[in-house]
């Protein structure tokens, strides 16, 4: 869905263009509506992989990855992981991982490496 219907469909009952206007911007910044281009879990995750690492290009496999990762594991906790693994990336054992399907090949190294680097087992999945 995009913006402009998004901003549509919310117009049709609140009567106000502006205000749906308003509802969309709020919603977009409180992480509770996803715009873009596919499914709202596998958008998430391709958005903060490219927030964390500065990729400009997903190609439709990373799509696919994104998507199954998320079916398996839950989009929330792809996103923390690819949170935590941008806070370590210069490390020096740390995996190095360039798109979404690198993640998805090399999830179990990832999470051991975290979990060794945290010293706890809280990245159970």
């Not at 400009?56 to 996103?79: C, E, H, M, P, W």
Request: hydrophobic share 35%; aromatic share 6%; proline share 2%.
């Amino acid at each position: 869905m995009d913006r402009k219907h998004a901003v549509e469909l919310i117009d049709v009952v609140v009567k106000n263009k502006q205000t749906s206007d308003m509802v969309i911007e709020l919603l977009t910044n409180e992480g509770l509506l996803v715009l873009g281009y596919g499914l709202a879990t596998v958008d998430s995750i391709v958005n903060k992989f490219t927030e964390t690492f500065g990729t400009t290009k997903t190609s439709k496999y990373d799509r696919f990855a994104a998507n199954r990762l998320a079916t398996k594991y839950g989009s929330q906790s792809i996103v923390g992981i690819i949170d935590m693994l941008g806070a370590t990336t210069g490390d020096k054992y740390c995996p190095v991982v360039n798109n979404i399907t690198q993640l998805e090949e090399k999830l179990p190294s990832i999470l051991n490496y975290l979990r060794k680097k945290s010293d706890s087992s809280t990245l159970n999945m």
